[in-house]
């Protein structure tokens, strides 16, 4: 043969070799992963089928609405890049879905300006309405500008067909003619009141803005109320639940330790206004002060198609050299990376008015094919039948076999007493010496409230992560936890009873196995099963 040839056939072995005993390639021999129980280093999928994401970039503050004439719900959100430009950055792209469970892209629905002179060089958080008087669609959005005199002011664009939009260069609001900030005046949000107009508000300086409207042309401001104290409250959003009105928002940076989507409740749009006179006497009474989800889900905003009424944010990516810094990377000091993944929940309004977040059912849906569940590992574990069993003691777990890239885990622990605390760990390997826990705590009057706790726990890791963590919710009277958890490669999404909703970010979900721990106490696990797609 050849000598050229020889070395390209040697190269060519060589090369086949080490890819076959890399770490993770497509077209590599099957591997028997649920006979072994080691650490193994693995990665997200190009896309998230369920919590989306663009196949390039992420997603920004979601705008989403229900599309009457499409009957489709239509969520626009401001697309982030990599590499965005220095200022022109933000267009609006889009998704639709009719369940919240799947999504097809629109692409790319509102330009930013062409030049970095231009108002909308880069855009803000706004909305879309669809208004059957006059058969066009408006976005209202934040035109945002360092460059300009006012940095930021609303703009409006509009299309008969939701495909050609036309922004309208004639007509912007400026906060500074209505004695608002030059530099925070954004993210309008517009909703019909009891008065039967139309209404704008608004996020500005500590203020919120209210101005009406009777064509969704004309605005008028009808005067401002104030946010929570001290803090910013970002992404406004409004809307009727039976007879109940809500004001949803995102407390922002100057509150890092509560940057959290939250909500108040009252019986009219003036009532709502009112609660931010106090916010601390207007709190739902839902022992949380309105909080509806983790620092992982932010800039929430809701739709509905008349029947149901659901609330999409985005779950922030994390940054570090391996997976293992990357779970940790957030701080109560620091803010967590700006945009992420789509993540969809239904709101659930209970009979006193409170609200709170729960699953989709589409998503639940999604799931359908049945894992066979082993244990792995374990100690202080107790097992009843194949899947069922009973933790005891200090340092009590079971390890399950490995998970796929998109799992639903069901199970229902009932604990023993009111003290009892227990996790569910991901990412965890026989060999592994740090892994990552959601933690059911003891909270408060430990007899009555709980709170999830994140933790890396491990001979290595740091225990309690700050920053990370959910909201106090009621412990149930009788002790039984029912718990579903859904993963999409790295976005993770677990709910409890009909109390507590947790999104969180978690790299190293898939082909690695899991446990379920208890913390010195006794808890029964029952019911449980793992369905994946």
Known sequence: MNTFFQYIALTGIALAATLSCSKDHYGDAPKPWDETAQFFESADEKGFSTYYTPAIGRVGDPMPFYDSKAGEFRVLYLQEFDNNATYNFHPIWGVSTQDGASYTSLGEILPVGASIWEQDAAIGTGCCIYNEADGLYYIYYTGHNGNATNREVILRATSPDFVNWTKDLLWALNGTDFGYSADDFRDPQIFKADDGKWHMVLSSNLKFGDFVSDDLKTWSHVGSFNMVWDRMCECPDVFKMGDKWYFIYSEGYRAPWSRKVK????????????????????????????????????????????????????????????????????????????????????????????????????????????KTIKVMDSNGYTPANNTDGKLSGEGAYVLYNRLGSHNHISFKVTASDKWDRFGISLVRGMDSKKYYTMVVNPEWDEAFARKV?????????????????????????????????????????????????YTQRIYGIQKNCWSINSYGGTITISDLSVKQY
């Open 453 to 501: 706790n994140f933790e890396e726990e491990g001979e290595e890791g740091k225990g309690f992560i700050e920053g990370i963590d959910g909201y106090v919710f009621a412990r149930p009277t009788d002790n039984v936890y029912n718990i579903d958890i859904f993963t999409d490669n790295s976005v993770v999404v677990m709910y409890i009873n009909d109390v507590c909703s």
């Open 263 to 370: 909500y108040m409740m009252a019986d009219s749009w003036e009532g709502l206004k009112d609660c931010f006179s106090n916010p601390g006497a207007h709190w739902p009474q839902d022992m949380r002060e309105g909080v509806l989800e983790t620092r992982a889900f932010y800039a929430g905003k809701t739709a509905s198609n008349g029947t149901d009424r659901y609330i999409w944010g985005w779950c922030p990516t994390r940054t570090g050299a391996t997976i293992f810094d990357r779970n940790v990377n957030v701080g109560a000091s620091s803010e967590p990376n700006w945009s992420g993944a789509l993540v969809c929940h239904k709101i659930i309004q209970r009979a006193d008015g409170t609200l709170v977040l729960g699953e989709v059912p589409a998503i639940a849906d999604k799931y359908t094919q049945d």
